[in-house]
């Protein structure tokens, strides 16, 4: 991919991140951290990588994203808002009583949203039955899921690994966010799930380990897993929680917590953006 589309989606990223801060702390409630360590992949998968249609959500030969890490639901609004799923404005609505932007992902209300998430550990498991699924029916759509490293805590992660491994799902791949921090602090201080690598390929996965925040090394790593035959791939991708906003970076305390009117400027600042209001 050259340089220019490389540089045009990190552009589309650095918006992206605005619109989180700006959605979160409008709402004064959501995770912060797990969206902007994630949003470099979500602006990979929805603008360059994923096959969709935002004026038919429900278009048969689309690729399936399933946001495993619920939490992490602005990361995902974001992206559907500047895709064309929804006007921007709704991003505004977020967790207010009656907006289709809930506090995690659900399909009944959001277009564009496949499942409903935010129990920890279920989403890779979903994701097995959608490729299945699209597998019994000769299609030649792909399914992404993005899970969080706390999230691997979940025993069900490991046997959904597992089957996916077993029934060589390679119309699968798998995001892992490895941002190290939890809401209750370090990873690797609150259940050690290293090494991630290893443990994928252990169970038959194949992996490619990448700077989370590199786009060029995230779109490379995307068109490789579509290459893959027999196997599911797992994108480990290294990240910092908080990524962009110099003080929420690698702060366990920004988890769950919004920005407030004292900081809000000072993010967008840092994300080279004004604040107008």
Sequence with gaps: MDSEKIRLLEDKARQLRVAIVKTLHKSQSGH???SLSAIDM????YFHTMRHKPDEPAWAGRDRFVLCKGHAAPALYVALAEAGYFPKEDLMTLRRLGSHLQGHPDSKVTPGVEVCTGSLGQGLSMANGMALGLRLDGSASRVYALLGDGELQEGQ???AAMAAGHYKLDNLCALIDVNR???DGEVAKVMNVE???DKFRAFGWNVIDVDGHSMAAIVAALEQAATVKGQPTAIVARTVKGKGVSFFENKASYHGVAPSDEELPKALECLGE???L
Excluded: D, S
């Design 157 to 159: 992660v490991w046997e």
């Design 195 to 197: 090494p991630v690598t």
């Design 32 to 34: 912060t951290g797990g």
């Design 274 to 276: 004004q604040c107008n």
């Design 181 to 183: 921090l939890q809401i």
């Design 42 to 45: 979500v602006t990979a998968l």
